[in-house]
């Protein structure tokens, strides 16, 4: 690709993705109920980088309006967190009044910072209570979620304009149920299934729990709804043999296809369904579900991108605990390395999925909703001012991706923003504070201090100009 400047559309948006359970803080306060994250830190602190647990997020809670401010002097003009379901309801489902509080306050700070606010449900953090009852496998789960939803809609439908339904929903099917990476550490792919399933339907019945309250003027009638995933762009070897090419069409059919068919179609992808089936795994479907995830469709959606999926033929079609395997990695030859997160780093991939979208989803509006770079020893070199000195390597990394979308945009695909991940530094789950995404440290020896890093320079000049030099 050329080396000039690239230039983004005028009304292009910059802004900043991060979420509840890895901002907030503030986990037992407020009437805030245990979550997932909450209940592994609580069982066992070791699985957590340097014994960080969920408990204190970034310690937003204390510096909001710091935050808000900090985006709008990068040039953002949104800002997507999460509701923590916890916070928002108590145990009996109703509204926890100190948590709609909360987050009253916290949208208000960020207005008042001249930030919008987008306002996403999910994040991984179930409240713990549900899942002992099942979790993502249990329909009254399923339908709790919905009125959640609901609850959240009508407390907020007048202030908000941007909601999404989930966050990555296939990240807890794929790392709960499937690869046993996150508690309670399941490997049993037919599960994984059912909670993505189960996932599907709640995100149907929020849809529909939306359309109706917009219809009856409780949500703002410009207010629209989505979904965000990381699409992960499928690519095999060179050469492919006819079942690298079926690894790829189920890969992509489980992560990719199934949720866009979900809330373009309000159905899913029948080829994957039907080869599910071939190898004896069912979904749980029962009468009346296709009414409901008919109503799954969108207003827009979000694209989180990291790195690609590169996969091949499986060895073996079956793993030793009876799962059937479709695919397993293929390792490019030429791929970059982000050592820290162990996550290749491919630039084109976002061009290649914005083509994807332009060729079977054309009239459906996106936005890359996450993209970053998390970092391990961020902190290893300062300038004479104190920031760390970040720049040789995070610039780079956005630049690129910034360039293939405008590119994108170009030759017609329909993006229209973009969302850095962890703009300030966060709480990534089990690698707690392990890896650093932002553009601002948050400096865990003075208090969660908020210091700017060098490439603070550089993006609040993009976003400013939308030209990407
Ligand atoms: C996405 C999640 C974020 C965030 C990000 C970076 O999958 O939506 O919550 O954490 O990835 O990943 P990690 O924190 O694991 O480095």
Known sequence: MSTAPARLPEDFFFGAALSGPQTEGAWQTGGKLENLW?????????????????????????????????FASLGFSSARTSIQWSRLLDANGKLNPEGA??????FADARAAGV?????????DMPAYLFDRGGWENREVVEAYANYAATAFAEFGQEIEHWFTFNEPIVEPEQRYEHGTWYPFHVDFSRARNVQYGISLAHALAVHAFRELQAAGTVR???????????????????????????????????NRWWLDLVTKGTLPQDVINTLKERGITLPVRPGDEQILAQGKVDWLGFNYYHPARVQAPERNEDEFGNPVFAREYVWPEAVMNESRGWEIYPK???DFAMTMKRDYPDLEWFVSENGIGIEEDAAERDEQGRIRDASYRVPFVREHLRWIARAIEEG????????WGAIDCWSWNNAYKNRYGFVEVDLSHNYRRVPKESSDWMREVAHTHVVA
């Open 38 to 70: 909450d209940r592994w830190s609580n069982l066992d602190l070791t699985a957590f980088f340097n014994r960080v647990g969920s408990y204190g997020g970034n310690d937003m809670t204390s510096h909001a309006r710091e935050d808000f401010e900090l």
């Open 101 to 106: 509080a909360y987050y009253h306050r916290l």
């Open 413 to 420: 695909a329909n993006c229209r923003g973009y969302h850095y």
């Open 349 to 351: 991939g976002i061009y």
């Open 116 to 124: 919008e606010p987008f306002v996403n449900l999910y994040h991984f």
């Open 221 to 255: 009638a410009d207010a629209r709804i989505g979904l965000i995933n990381c699409f992960t762009p499928p690519y095999t070897r060179e050469n492919p043999s006819e079942a690298d090419l079926e690894a790829v069409r189920m890969t992509d059919g489980i992560n």
